[in-house]
Nanobody
Framework: QVQLVESGGGLVQAGGSLRLSCAAS????????MGWYRQAPGKERELVAT???????NYADSVKGRFTISRDNAKNTVDLQMNSLKPEDTAVYYC???????????????WGQGTQVTVSS
């Protein structure tokens, strides 16, 4: 009943920038948290950045100062601006949202389908 659709991945050279976008739709009463995770080949999925509805943000140490998460509560969207990209940022990036459904009034954790980000050296 809730879908997350990501866009914006691709191939970029080291030092370049990319912007990822994620839009949530469906039976949404509110969204407590939206964020981005990533998974590189052979590694576990890891947190990149999150933003709660009150505005607070959280970043992995590896991306602090390079990535910026921004959220539009009215549009149920979250973006990730990635600057100064490094080859080690190469991964599939997943949008995540903790959503309060309209009906029934339950809280569910949702994931997008993932978008590939490849940074060449």
């Amino acid at each position: 009943q809730v879908q997350l659709v990501e866009s914006g991945g691709g191939l970029v050279q080291a030092g370049g920038s990319l912007r990822l976008s994620c839009a949530a739709s469906g039976s949404i009463f509110s969204i407590n948290l939206m964020g981005w995770y990533r998974q590189a080949p052979g590694k576990e999925r890891e947190l990149v950045a999150t933003a709660i509805s009150g505005g607070s943000t959280n970043y992995a140490d590896s991306v602090k100062g390079r990535f910026t998460i921004s959220r539009d509560n009215a549009k149920n969207t979250v973006d990730l601006q990635m600057n100064s990209l490094k080859p080690e940022d190469t991964a599939v990036y997943y949008c995540n949202a903790i959503v309060v459904w309209t009906m029934p009034r339950v809280v569910r954790n949702h994931w997008g389908q993932g978008t590939q980000v490849t940074v060449s050296s």
